[in-house]
């Protein structure tokens, strides 16, 4: 069974950085992705950035592009996500998730993933 979870999160002032981690019990298969997402209070879910397993393909929704990069240890089952330059507009609870099979292409964004965490706060101020 895939466990997400997620840390790292906290308050920052705009301009600072953080890097979020997700430890995942098992990668779920040797083909996947997986992803970052965020929830602003009163916004739909949005994807963040993806990372694929096979070739290490990654993709980013354009409002982090340039600020975000998202990264795994395979030998140490963890997903990370490194945030710089910080945003007011970056806070929201950030979830990662996994998906078996799927690859960074277009439309990953917006296709559904089977297995998430549990959440984790940002809020820059």
């Known amino acids: 069974h895939v466990q997400l979870v997620e840390s790292g999160g906290g308050s920052v002032q705009a301009g600072g950085s953080l890097r979020l981690s997700c430890v995942v019990s098992q990668w779920p298969t040797n083909d996947y992705c997986m992803g970052w997402f965020r929830q602003a209070p009163g916004k739909q879910r949005e994807g963040v950035a993806m990372i694929d397993s096979d070739d290490g393909d990654t993709g980013y929704a354009d409002t982090v592009k340039g600020r975000f990069t998202i990264s795994k240890d395979n030998a140490k089952n963890i997903l990370y996500l490194q945030m710089n330059s910080l945003e007011s507009e970056d806070t929201a609870m950030y979830y990662c998730?996994?998906?078996?099979?799927?690859?960074?292409?277009?439309?990953?964004?917006?296709?559904?993933?089977?297995?998430w965490g549990q959440g984790t706060q940002v809020t820059v101020s």
């Open positions: 998730a996994a998906e078996p099979g799927a690859e960074v292409v277009a439309g990953i964004f917006e296709s559904p993933f089977t297995y």
